[in-house]
């Protein structure tokens, strides 16, 4: 039996992977506070996510490599220090904020408001610090969907203080408007709400900013796209066809502007029956998988339809901060975990050196 010791145990240790990122835990700086007392060995593995998906098979892994050198006891704590997926630019609107998840869709109905507002609530409850920015500013809804009210107030320094619910900082130009007045605005306002947003919010230091973008190509997406580099877009669609055709533009747009696009998620993909269970696919079966497959990129899942999230989303509980999660819920769950998994790919490869050959 090698002695438990230290150096025995990083050793050990570098047998244990990172599942989405290349090299062990060892090799990228993940294990910290290593301490030993007698068979007992405790550590902190410090992710690249609050959110990771796979932390049991990363425990299970340690536990297997540390048992054969007599390790009784072995205690794994969690840490996470998010990273930018995407490089800096000069000038940046938003110099606190690491990563920036569009929502998109290429029409509206699809609910690409409602798994906005999860995924926001979803990443904050997985102890990632996280803004919301509803960038539709002529059909807002996310202060209702979230249960926010009232008006932001200025800090010292002259910028607006984001409101903030379910952990999630938020601002919507609903806030500044009265309730029910209509924002008949054209385009350049539009662009320059949404540039106000960007650059005199108070958003202070986050992991994730969430924007909910308005359906369509127009001008608040290609604002955005210009604005702040985004680190990756959500495609939002549902099973049918007529879904399919407009979320197939909303992605040749943002390929001409160079915005990576993490995936698709199919919205409602079947009803399932509160009673007895039994899935009803009313919008049709498989469109979202079949886009990602036409077009090479990755299926992110389905989120079934669920009585919850309707109900959740007119009194301000979004369906993952509900007491007894449903089905659609737990798919949302499950969505922010691979989002934020995929985000520290991206931040891995931007940070991988360059090799130059002179």
């Known amino acids: 039996m090698t002695e438990l010791t230290e150096a025995a145990v990083l050793d050990a240790l570098r047998a244990v992977r990172e599942p989405e990122l290349p090299g062990d835990i060892v090799s990228r700086d993940m294990v910290r506070g290593l301490t030993i007392d007698g068979t007992r060995v405790a550590f902190t593995i410090e992710l690249t996510t609050p959110a990771c998906p796979l932390k049991d098979e990363i425990e299970a892994d340690v536990v297997r490599v540390l048992t054969p050198l007599g390790a009784e006891t072995v205690e794994v704590s969690w840490g ?7 490089p800096p630019r000069p000038e940046q609107l938003l110099p606190g904020v690491k990563n920036v998840i569009a929502v998109a869709s290429g029409k509206g109905g699809v609910g690409k408001s409602t798994v906005s507002v999860n995924l926001a609530v979803a990443l904050a409850q997985a102890g990632a610090s996280v803004g919301l920015l509803d960038a539709d500013i002529t ?3 996310i202060p209702l969907m979230l249960g926010v009210e009232g008006q932001p107030t200025a800090t ?9 619910r379910h952990g999630v900082k938020v601002i919507s130009i609903q806030f500044f408007v009265p309730e029910g007045q209509p924002i008949v605005w054209r385009g350049p306002l539009v662009g ?5 947003f960007l650059r005199d919010v108070d958003w202070g230091e986050l992991d994730y900013l969430i924007i909910d973008e308005p359906p369509g190509t127009s001008d608040a997406q290609l604002t955005l796209a210009q604005a702040i580099p985004i680190s990756g877009t959500v495609l939002v669609t549902t099973p049918q066809d007529v879904a399919l055709l407009d979320v197939e533009k909303a992605m040749a747009m943002l390929q001409r502007m160079s915005v990576p696009v993490i995936g698709i998620v199919e919205n409602m993909s079947a009803f399932i029956c509160p009673h ?12 979202g998988q079949r886009f990602a497959q036409r077009h090479e990129i ?4 389905a989120i079934p339809l669920d009585v919850t999230v309707r109900q959740g989303g007119d009194v301000g509980i979004p369906a993952v901060a ?6 659609a819920a737990q798919a949302m769950t499950t969505l922010a975990r691979t989002i934020a998994a995929r985000m520290s790919v991206r931040a891995a490869s931007a940070q991988q050196p360059v090799l130059t050959i002179s």
Do not use: D, H, M, W
């Open 156 to 164: 010292p320094e002259g910028k607006i203080r984001p409101l903030e």
């Open 139 to 141: 059909g807002p809804n």
């Open 80 to 86: 996470a220090s998010v990273r930018r997926a995407a």
């Open 322 to 327: 509900q007491r007894e999660p449903g089905p």
């Open 298 to 301: 990755e299926y992110l899942g």
């Open 192 to 196: 320059g709400a949404i540039q106000q």
């Open 276 to 287: 007895c269970g039994e899935a009803t696919e009313i919008f049709g079966r498989g469109g």
